[in-house]
């Protein structure tokens, strides 16, 4: 089993729908968690860490399920410019070096 | 801060000639990164310097393959010889501590080796 596991996608949901993305890790230890966001030919960029009682930022909402091992990241009312690949992020406590999921593929059209 | 920055943006090189990337990290992050990304294999770790030093380099594909921090302001990533299979963009990425606040990347380098 691979460490962080996402479906590829794409994702593909019209202008102002809700989506969804989840995220399995296999580290029970694990204990940071992260999504990034990255544009075709661009660098990932954070979009928003992940904390144990769950978080908002706007329209994007990040949560933990340490009991299944899974993060999951809701994006409300999708936007053109939310087309993206997103990707999980998670790191164990004893380590320094985060591992990258494969990222997901969203796009969003009119 | 400018953020990570790497060079150069674009590396077009014929095989077997040697290759440098060079990577500026955020002041103040003590920890270092080196990506490759490819659509085959997506984000692949290639080496991970804390306060300078190597830590883990077992991401480091072979030989080939060789990478310096001399100061905690500067890291280079040189491949020699470079072969076909090296193709992909380069990432380097900085962070401070254990990166409780994430990682910042570079914009990368885009290496076409022919």
């Known amino acids: 089993r691979k460490e962080v596991e996402q479906d590829p996608g794409p994702f593909n949901v019209p202008e102002g729908a809700t989506v969804a993305f989840n995220c399995t890790y296999s580290?029970?230890?694990?204990?940071?968690f992260f999504w990034y966001r990255q544009d075709c030919r661009k660098e990932p960029k954070l979009l928003m860490s992940v904390y144990s009682s769950g978080n908002e930022d706007g329209r994007f909402t990040a949560q933990l399920n340490r009991a299944s091992q899974y993060i999951s990241l809701l994006i409300r009312d999708s936007k053109l410019s939310d087309s993206a690949t997103y990707l999980c992020?998670?790191?164990?406590?004893?380590?320094?070096?985060?591992?990258f999921g494969r990222g997901t593929s969203l796009i969003v059209h009119p | 801060d400018a953020g990570v920055i790497q060079s150069p943006r674009h590396e077009v090189t014929e095989m077997g000639q040697e290759v440098t990337l060079r990577c500026k990290p955020i002041s103040g992050h003590n920890s270092l990164f080196w990506y490759r990304q490819t659509m085959m294999r997506g984000l692949e770790l290639l080496i991970y310097?804390?306060?300078?030093?190597?830590?883990?380099d077992s991401g480091m594909p072979e030989d080939r393959f060789s990478a310096k921090m001399p100061n905690a302001s500067f890291s280079t990533l040189k491949i020699q010889p470079s072969e076909p299979r090296d193709s992909a963009v380069y990432f380097c990425?900085?962070?401070?501590?254990?990166?409780?606040?994430?990682?910042?990347f570079g914009s990368g380098t885009r290496l076409t080796v022919v």
């Open positions: 990425a900085s962070s401070y501590g254990g990166g409780m606040d994430g990682y910042t």
């Open positions: 580290n029970s230890a694990s204990q940071s």
């Open positions: 992020v998670v790191k164990s406590g004893g380590s320094y070096i985060p591992t």
């Open positions: 310097f804390n306060n300078n030093v190597p830590i883990d």
